[in-house]
């Protein structure tokens, strides 16, 4: 969503926490046991990530091959190759496959993100738009009913949010129940269909975050915005 005309909101910047690798065990392992390019090809990710605004930060499976590669600059390197690096992120749960919902197409996507980085930048950016909503000639009746409808947004996207942890601890808990010499398979079918009810709540509060969205451009026309200092 974007509420000021001709101006689309954009990340300044993305950081790496202190630590980062210390405490990111997986990654760790994967630096260690098969190079620095999953480092790079992690910083990589996370820069792209910040540059899709309009789809939370996610990235489509060929945009996490195609935009890692041209910001490293290999060139030279084959697609399969950079595939190699993304499939091993998400094989060690580093790199979230989630569901998205385009806001125009109302088609259901699966994108993919680091979770925890795509988690700021939708915190960051809500934040963003609940201080530049301040529109001009707008009587404060209207304005206070603007921002409160924005609030709503931020509600259903903290939600949001909330599902796609519910159902990384599902998957979590599905890959090692799996990988139990005696996986209870009833535990398992369990598991498997909580994600799906994830995936489906997770579609349904897209959807609910549009058509408030929508209302809030509504609110919005006739007046302009300033940015709140």
Same mark, same amino acid.
């Given at each position: 969503m974007s509420l000021i005309p001709g101006k689309r909101y954009r990340a300044e910047f993305t950081q790496l926490p202190y630590g980062f690798i210390n405490d990111n065990t997986a990654l760790q392992t994967l630096i260690r046991m098969k190079g620095l390019q999953y480092l790079a090809m992690y910083i990589a990710i996370q820069d792209r990530m910040a540059n899709h605004t309009e789809e939370d930060f996610t990235l489509s499976y060929s945009?996490?091959?195609?935009?890692?590669?041209?910001?490293?600059?290999?060139?030279?390197?084959?697609?399969?190759?950079?595939?190699?690096?993304?499939d091993d992120l998400i094989d060690a749960e580093i790199v979230e496959q989630r569901i998205f919902v385009n806001a125009? +197409?109302?088609?259901?996507?699966?994108?993919? !993100?680091?979770? &925890? %980085? /795509?988690?700021?930048?939708?915190?960051?950016?809500?934040?963003?738009f609940s201080k530049v909503i301040n529109p001009l000639k707008m009587p404060k009746?209207?304005?206070?009913?603007?921002?409160?409808?924005?609030?709503?947004?931020s509600e259903?996207?903290?939600?949001?949010?909330?599902?796609?942890?519910?159902?990384?601890?599902?998957?979590?808990?599905? +890959?090692?129940?799996?990988?139990?010499?005696? !996986?209870?398979? &009833? %535990? /398992?079918?369990i598991l498997n269909a909580q994600i799906e009810d994830c995936d489906r709540d997770?579609?349904?509060?897209?959807?609910?975050?549009?058509?408030?969205e929508k209302e809030v451009e509504l609110l919005m026309q006739g007046g302009g915005l300033v940015d709140a200092e």
């Open positions: 945009e996490a091959i195609a935009e890692p590669k041209a910001y490293l600059q290999q060139y030279s390197m084959e697609d399969a190759d950079i595939k190699v690096w993304l125009y +197409t109302d088609i259901e996507e699966t994108r993919y !993100c680091i979770p &925890s %980085v /795509a988690d700021t930048l939708e915190v960051l950016r809500d934040s963003y009746a209207d304005k206070d009913k603007l921002k409160e409808t924005q609030a709503k947004v259903v996207r903290k939600s949001i949010r909330i599902k796609n942890a519910q159902k990384r601890n599902c998957r979590n808990a599905l +890959t090692k129940e799996l990988a139990k010499p005696d !996986c209870d398979k &009833s %535990v /398992a079918q997770i579609a349904a509060l897209y959807r609910k975050a549009h058509t408030i």
